[in-house]
């Protein structure tokens, strides 16, 4: 593990080194500034140098700081990028040449933070509900309206705090549910650090009808003692495993699985649908799967309706396209996997960058609904 940072950091310091001498020198029209653009670009690179590369153990609020103008530089660098290849594009174009060599700076910097403004007021404003329902065939009629929350990839950490999560947690107990599902991806840290924050969750717990699910970034976070502490809040996490849960006539299985980070664990602890599935007789099967390429397998299972995330729907552009390529054909929005059903979120949070640009994050509330 430790070798594979160290090669992505070799890599990521050269990616960086290559944009900064692009930008520098296209964007920048002296030394001084030249000087001030190296700053995001050093604030992007101590992240994995220092926290990711060095395991660094100590945590201060000063860390924090240090992390989220990482995550701001980020998402800065991406506009400014974009807006800089668009203008040398349009500096070819004969007519346009004057005016682009008049004015092109200056529309690039102001351009990337107002873009970098509008995506951080997205994606810091809070979620939206998001009112999806599923038609399903042969759909048991004391199931037919069933309500499901689901909150996703809400990355608790340097940014997103105990202010958040509270709206979070009043927003989706203001939809009434039937039953809650946390898919994953909850926090960006350990729990002696974050624990606190997740407090309010215990609002949920306090009803019986919530359900979690590992993503990646728990393993990256201590899976063990976040399992622990969403247990200690009244909380179970479904691991390669399920519930049956009665409703008047009709029996619904709440399952779920591992993420596939699990694999570092052991081949046990591998994201398993027939092994979350066995056993379980009932008349509609739930599976809570933080990542939605465990869909073929899941619907191989016999599974109805899959929930997922992970892929925050590419949180902003042009990294919406290249989810697209990676994750489809299940990368945000209902979706089918033969005769299974598929919901990915786009993410109740946000990871890295606390911008939003063609996305929006969302507290989904499912309906199950007879196919007409």
Not at 136 to 143: C, E, F, N, S, V
Not at 320 to 335: F, Y
Request: include cysteine.
């Amino acid at each position: 593990m430790r070798r594979r940072i160290s090669d992505f950091l070799v890599a990521m310091t050269l990616v960086l080194a290559a944009l900064y001498a692009y930008t520098a020198f296209r964007i920048g029209d002296s030394l001084g500034a030249r000087l001030a653009l190296a700053i995001p670009f050093v604030l992007i690179w101590l992240v994995p140098a220092v926290y990711w590369a060095g395991d660094r153990e100590g945590h201060t609020r000063l860390d924090d700081w240090i992390h989220a103008g990482s995550y701001v530089s980020m998402g800065w660098l991406n506009f400014a990028v974009l807006l800089q290849l668009c203008r040398d594009v349009l500096w070819l174009i004969p007519a346009l040449r004057p005016s682009i060599e008049a004015n092109g700076e200056a529309c690039v910097l102001a351009g990337s933070f107002v873009a970098l403004g509008v995506g951080m007021f997205w994606g810091l404003r809070g979620p939206g509900v998001v009112r999806v329902d599923v038609p399903i065939d042969g759909l048991h009629p004391d199931l037919d309206g069933l309500r499901i929350a689901q909150i996703s990839d809400l990355h608790v950490g340097p940014i997103i705090r105990t202010r958040y999560v509270k709206r979070v947690v009043e927003l989706a107990r203001s939809l009434e549910p039937d039953l809650y599902a946390l898919t994953g991806d909850f926090v960006d840290g350990p729990v002696e650090r974050l624990g606190v924050h997740l407090q309010a969750f215990a609002e949920i717990a306090n009803q019986g009808r919530a359900y979690f699910i590992t993503g990646n970034h728990e393993y990256y976070s201590g899976a063990g003692a976040w399992i622990d502490a969403f247990r200690t809040l009244g909380i179970p996490t479904l691991q390669n495993t399920h519930v049956l849960v009665e409703r008047s006539r009709a029996r619904l299985m709440i399952a779920g699985v591992n993420d596939p980070m699990a694999r570092r664990y052991g081949d046990d602890a591998a994201p398993d649908p027939q092994r979350a599935i066995a056993g379980g007789r009932a008349d509609f099967k739930l599976l809570l799967a933080h990542n939605p390429k465990i869909a073929p397998r899941a619907a191989e299972a016999g599974f109805d309706l899959q929930l997922s995330g992970h892929t925050h729907a590419g949180q902003f552009f042009p990294w919406t396209l290249a989810v697209q390529k990676i994750h489809a054909p299940h990368v945000a929005g209902l979706t089918r996997e033969g005769r299974m059903w598929v919901y990915v979120s786009a993410g109740t949070g946000s990871w890295g960058p606390p911008l939003r640009f063609g996305t929006r994050t969302e507290v989904t509330l499912l309906r199950l609904i007879a196919a007409r």
